[in-house]
């Protein structure tokens, strides 16, 4: 395969899309609530990207965000992330944010600790609302403060937040979510 290239393919949620290229992916949408608005979105992070088939690397995280957001436990840290164009700074948050467990959040200023610059919490606050490889990097684990889920992450908003976390089991302590009674009834999105 020369230059980058995208799938989109069906999750719990929706239909998600995930673009590629040699040096590893580039970025992940989450669905939207239309294909159409998915497929756009992630044209605007890599206008380059035609449609093909998944490489066979590219597989197994695809077969992981579809895990992920059904719920099931999920190891991304083996897939290779595209970080070309990225600033040196976001690419230090998104390592540091990878490391966050399942079921644990962070601060923005827990990482700007961590990575040894406590002046730059606003900074770690920008980094995570650009990231264009949602779940892969899981910044929905990243909180602007301790419980507050408000605020948006990378391509996704309050509720694919809550939602994220709610099923890693972030949010037990609040009790379960409308979400979570709701999650096992919620007809599958047709494909578009």
Same mark, same amino acid.
């Given at each position: ?35 159409? %608005? ?8 890599? &206008? ?9 690397? !590219? ?7 579809? #895990?992920?957001?059904?719920?099931? &436990?999920? %190891? ?5 992330? %595209?970080?070309?164009?990225? &600033? ?22 827990? !990482? ?7 002046? *730059? ?32 992450? *990378?391509?996704?908003?309050? !509720? ?9 089991? #972030?949010?037990?302590?609040?009790? &379960? ?12 999105? #047709?494909?578009?």
């Amino acid at each position: 395969m020369a230059g980058a290239a995208y799938t989109i393919f069906d999750t719990m949620m929706g239909r998600c899309g995930i673009a590629w290229d040699v040096e590893g992916v580039l970025a992940v949408q989450l669905a939207e609530s239309r294909e159409i %608005d998915t497929r756009r979105r992630l044209l605007r992070l890599c &206008p380059d990207a035609r449609e093909g088939r998944p490489a066979a690397w !590219i597989q197994p995280a695809i077969d992981g965000i579809a #895990a992920a957001l059904s719920g099931e &436990p999920w %190891d991304f840290s083996d897939v290779v992330l %595209d970080l070309g164009g990225i &600033p040196a700074f976001d690419c230090r948050v998104y390592q540091a944010v990878r490391a966050i467990p399942r079921g644990e959040t962070a601060t923005f200023a827990d !990482i700007a600790k961590q990575l040894r610059a406590s002046g *730059a919490v606003h900074a770690v606050g920008q980094a995570i609302r650009r990231n264009p490889f949602a779940l892969i990097v899981p910044c929905h684990r990243v909180l602007a403060a301790a419980g507050d889920t408000s605020g948006t992450c *990378a391509n996704g908003g309050v !509720i694919t937040r809550r939602r994220l976390l709610s099923l890693e089991g #972030a949010l037990a302590s609040s009790g &379960p979510t409308l979400f979570d009674v709701l999650l096992p009834f919620a007809p599958r999105q #047709a494909d578009r």
